[in-house]
Every structure is written in structure tokens, then in C-alpha cells.
């Protein structure tokens, strides 16, 4: 069975900085896209970053290009989301998902597997 597991959330004050990981299990993704995606209270789940297979593509939404930094160690399964210089606008819950091609997008239908989330909250 596929399980993505996102870890690393928290409270920050704006300006400070997190880094999400997010582990996978039940297959080997080496092979796979990865993204990820976040929610905030009362809007609908939008794109925050995406990384192709071997991690040589990223591709970033508007609004977090240049403060956030998406990575990935494939030994570990593992991908991950720096978040440096955070805003109170960034707060919301952070999914992190696969999806089984070599390269994706921006959309949530690209997407086959999704985790549970970690919530994010920047206050002012």
C-alpha cells in the first residue's frame, strides 16, 4: 500500500523559515514526479511546487518562487520543501503527492497519491 507521510510543520513567525519532508513507502517513486500542495481555511487546494524524477526539473507557483526550494533524495524516498522569508499568507495545510510519469504540473489531477498534510501557520 502507497503512504506518503508529511512531517516538519509548525508555527513561525513571518520571516522564519521551515523545511517539510515528505517520506514514501510501498514502492519505490526514483522513478516518479513529485509535488506539492497546499490549503488554507476557506480556499480551494492550489499548487505550491513540483520536482521531475531525477530532481533536474522544478517548476514553482508565483507566489513562493525564490523563497521556497523543493528537493528530493531519492535513496530516501523522500522529498522535501524549504520555506524561507514565510508570510502569514502562506499558512495552510501542505499535501505533499506523486505522480507516476516522469515530469508534472501544476495539476491536482496529475496526481495519483496524496498524504495526509502538516500544517503550516505564520502569524505576523
Known amino acids: 500500500q502507497v503512504q506518503l507521510v508529511e512531517s516538519g510543520g509548525g508555527l513561525v513567525q513571518a520571516g522564519g523559515s521551515l523545511r517539510l519532508s515528505c517520506a514514501a513507502s510501498?514502492?519505490?517513486?526514483?522513478?516518479?514526479?513529485m509535488g506539492w500542495f497546499r490549503q488554507a481555511p476557506g480556499k480551494e487546494r492550489e499548487f505550491v511546487a513540483a520536482?521531475?524524477?531525477?530532481?533536474?526539473?522544478?517548476n514553482y507557483a508565483t507566489s513562493v518562487k525564490g523563497r521556497f526550494t523543493i528537493s528530493r533524495v531519492n535513496a530516501k524516498n523522500t522529498v522535501y520543501l524549504q520555506m524561507n522569508n514565510l508570510k502569514p499568507e502562506d499558512t495552510a495545510v501542505y499535501y505533499c503527492?506523486?505522480?507516476?510519469?516522469?515530469?508534472?504540473?501544476?495539476?491536482?489531477?496529475?496526481?495519483?497519491?496524496w498524504g495526509q498534510g502538516t500544517q503550516v501557520t505564520v502569524s505576523s
Open positions: 520536482i521531475s524524477w531525477s530532481g533536474g526539473r522544478t
Open positions: 510501498g514502492r519505490t517513486f526514483t522513478n516518479y514526479a
Open positions: 503527492a506523486v505522480a507516476l510519469t516522469h515530469y508534472s504540473g501544476s495539476y491536482q489531477s496529475e496526481y495519483d497519491y
